[in-house]
Nanobody
Framework: QVQLVQSGGGLVQAGGSLRLSCAAS????????MAWHRQVPGKQRELVAA???????NYADSVKGRFTISRDNAKNILYLQMNSLEAEDTAVYYC?????????????WGQGTQVTVSS
């Protein structure tokens, strides 16, 4: 089992910055990919950014050049630095982890945190 606890988020004006954190505990050695997703009411949850254990990253086109995903494998913490925030970034953000238990992938989610960008 893996537990994910998020922190950060809140209210910020357009053009501002926020940083989200996600602390993993439990069987952290089994985690491979970690990611941030977001969801707006009435819409599907979408991938924002992902990072593999060796640091390979992937971003949604809408956040490229503005958001940076990183992870501290020693501390088991995932980060999302969000710069130049836009009203369209307003959503509940979720961290996620894919861990392997006896070669079977398991998906884990954080509790979610609200990010609101005022225009």
């Amino acid at each position: 089992q893996v537990q994910l606890v998020q922190s950060g988020g809140g209210l910020v004006q357009a053009g501002g910055s926020l940083r989200l954190s996600c602390a993993a505990s439990g069987r952290t050695f089994s985690i491979r990919t970690m990611a941030w997703h977001r969801q707006v009411p009435g819409k599907q949850r979408e991938l924002v950014a992902a990072i593999t254990r060796d640091g390979t990253t992937n971003y949604a086109d809408s956040v490229k050049g503005r958001f940076t995903i990183s992870r501290d494998n020693a501390k088991n913490i995932l980060y999302l630095q969000m710069n130049s925030l836009e009203a369209e970034d307003t959503a509940v953000y979720y961290c996620a982890a894919v861990a392997f238990d006896l070669a079977v992938p398991q998906n884990y989610w954080g509790q979610g945190t609200q990010v609101t960008v005022s225009s």
